[in-house]
């Protein structure tokens, strides 16, 4: 079941914050964060694990509540080079291996 | 470095005819998936694999078939391609092994396939 991502759409000028929601109906062992600009491939972000620890991008901010399964990235300051299109993918464990299920993306324009 | 590498970029196939795509890393990655994206849709998981000589299969695996003879290999084959599975296709690996956790690990895309079918 894909986790479900808000906004879907959102449109920036130059210098304002955005916020792009994750939520999931089942326990997560992590939330990854993607993004992708048009027609290339997706590039990793960030991860966030349960207990609190976080890999990746030090230019942008996410938060993770275990308890509600819910993530959120926080783009503030956004430049041009923001623009593209988010997705998460929350991890679950399945036997011994781990697997990713992607949200259906929030695309984020940033104009002047 | 390479990093993950797909090819073919581009292809046209017709109707019922079949074809592999190769996806390749160099970085000695234990996982490797294959995806599917469709507008409004995300990426999808069609199968992965943790390891030599192991798959598994995702959300979409109906119509496809995999294979991973080699640790840095991982093939995607489609026997009798249908107009639904048009899309873009990427592979993807993570997990380097050792003494990592396997869990939390990013996930390294490759460029993508643009497969049209007619």
Known sequence: QQPVQSPQAVILREGEDAVINCSSSKALYSVHWYRQKHGEAPVFLMILLKGGEQKGHDKI?????????????????????????????????????????FGTGTRLQVTL | NAGVTQTPKFRVLKTGQSMTLLCAQDMNHEYMYWYRQDPGMGLRLIHYS?????????????????????????????????????????????????????????????????????
């Open chain 2, 50 to 118: 943790v390891g030599e000589g192991t798959t598994a299969k995702g959300e979409v695996p109906d119509g496809y078939n995999v294979s991973r003879l080699k640790k840095q290999n991982f093939l995607l084959g489609l026997e009798s391609a249908a107009p639904s599975q048009t899309s873009v296709y990427f592979c993807a690996s993570s997990y380097p092994g050792g003494g990592e956790e396997a869990d939390g690990q990013p996930q390294h895309f490759g460029d993508g396939t643009r497969l049209s079918i007619l």
């Open chain 1, 61 to 101: 901010s996410a938060s993770f509540n275990e308890k509600k399964q819910q993530s959120s990235l926080y783009l503030t300051a956004s430049q041009l080079s923001y623009s593209g299109t988010y997705f998460c993918g929350t991890e679950i464990r399945v036997g011994t291996a781990s697997k990713l299920t």
